[in-house]
Every structure is written in C-alpha cells, then in structure tokens.
Nanobody, 125 residues
C-alpha cells in the first residue's frame, strides 16, 4: 500500500501563494488517483481537487476553481497543489489522499483509501 507525506503548508497573507507537495512511497504511484481534501476547525473534511492516474484529468471544488492547480509527477512520485490568491477561508489542514482503483468519483472522503497526516495552511487577513 502507498504511504503519503504532505509538506509545504505555512502562514501566508491573504492574496499570497503556497505550493503543497504530497510525496508517495511504498507502491507504484501511477496506480493511484489522487486528491486534496481539507478540514477547517469545527468543520467536516471537504474536497478541494483531484487528479487521475495519468495527470490528464483534473477536478476542482467551485470554491478554489481558477485559484488552485493540482498536478502530479509520476516519475517523482509526487503530487502538488499550487494555491494562489489565498483567502482566509482557505485556512485548514490539507490532506492528500489516494484512490487505488477508480470508484466513479473523487469528491467524497469515502472515495479514498489512503491518507497522509496533513499539512497546516494558515491565511492571515
């Protein structure tokens, strides 16, 4: 099974940018559909973005469309989330997650079998 480790979180002012990374190990990375899911304090986890195994198809939550870009490098076993024009409401713990076989969607937490420990994003206003 795959192990996932996120990095790149931190404190940024509103309007700023961050790039999150998710490093995978333990299995063939290109077998997995991948997603970013976030959880703010007191709220449920919510879908942010997803990418298929080849990196050719991407999906975004409406709240981040046009500001965030998901990508992956299967040769480096790494997925990325470029976050631009950050808003205070983007502050959350960001998880990367892996889907070992296609389940029809990428949009719910039940669509993913493997999770990282999360990286914190804080946005000051």
């Amino acid at each position: 099974q795959v192990q996932l480790v996120e990095s790149g979180g931190g404190l940024v002012q509103a309007g700023g940018s961050l790039r999150l990374s998710c490093a995978a190990s333990g299995d063939t990375f290109s077998r997995y559909g991948m997603g970013w899911i976030r959880q703010a304090p007191g709220k449920e986890r919510e879908f942010v973005a997803a990418i298929d195994r080849s990196g050719g198809v991407t999906y975004y939550a409406d709240s981040v469309k046009g500001r965030f870009t998901i990508s992956r490098d299967n040769a480096r076993n790494t997925m990325y989330l470029q976050m631009n024009s950050l808003k205070p409401e983007d502050a959350a713990l960001y998880y990367c997650a892996a889907q070992p076989y296609y389940k029809g969607t990428y949009f719910t937490i039940d669509d993913y079998d493997y999770w990282g420990q999360g990286t914190q994003v804080t946005v000051s206003s």
